[in-house]
């Protein structure tokens, strides 16, 4: 497999890297996401940052069977970043509280508390399932 971390050319910055479906490219995706903000002059929004994304990688490999996904960061607005995962699948992920006792089931809930605002985009061919932060430079 081929993993690759693309810098955007043009248009609001942003970095892209796929990486495949499992578990194990949470970790991958965090650095990135770290990566990209301290770039950007933003540490401070890596630990939320880095929940959203380790919650969103977590959910398309409990719940599609994609061979790989696209982890995004992107500062769509001055003061805001968007880290978000696309996956092959088509069902849109349902926020839902989970019990005391339950193992699994907090990942939106986690980026729901986290994150300014989050959303999902339909994608001809899947899914996009994202979570925002306002961040403002320290530059």
């Known amino acids: 497999m081929i993993v690759s971390?693309?810098?955007r050319p043009s248009g609001h910055p942003g970095y892209t890297e796929t990486l495949p479906c499992t578990a194990q490219s949470a970790s991958t995706a965090r650095r990135l996401v770290r990566t990209a903000l301290?770039?950007?002059?933003?540490?401070?929004?890596a630990d939320a940052a880095t929940l959203i994304v380790s919650a969103l990688v977590a959910n398309a490999v409990d719940h599609t069977d994609?061979?790989?996904i696209r982890v995004t960061v992107t500062r769509p607005?001055?003061?805001?970043v968007r880290v978000a995962v696309v996956d092959k699948c088509r069902?849109?992920?349902?926020?839902?509280?989970?019990?005391a006792d339950d193992e699994r089931g907090r990942?939106?809930?986690?980026?729901?508390?986290?994150?300014w605002?989050?959303?999902?985009?339909?994608?001809?061919?899947?899914k996009r399932v994202w979570g925002?932060?306002?961040?403002?430079?320290?530059?």
């Open 66 to 68: 994609c061979r790989v």
């Open 38 to 45: 301290a770039v950007w002059g933003i540490e401070h929004g």
């Open 91 to 99: 069902t849109l992920p349902v926020l839902r509280t989970a019990g």
């Open 5 to 7: 971390t693309t810098a």
């Open 117 to 126: 605002r989050w959303g999902v985009d339909r994608l001809p061919w899947g």
């Open 77 to 80: 607005a001055p003061g805001l």
């Open 107 to 115: 990942g939106l809930a986690v980026v729901e508390e986290v994150a």
């Open 132 to 139: 925002e932060l306002r961040c403002e430079s320290g530059r």
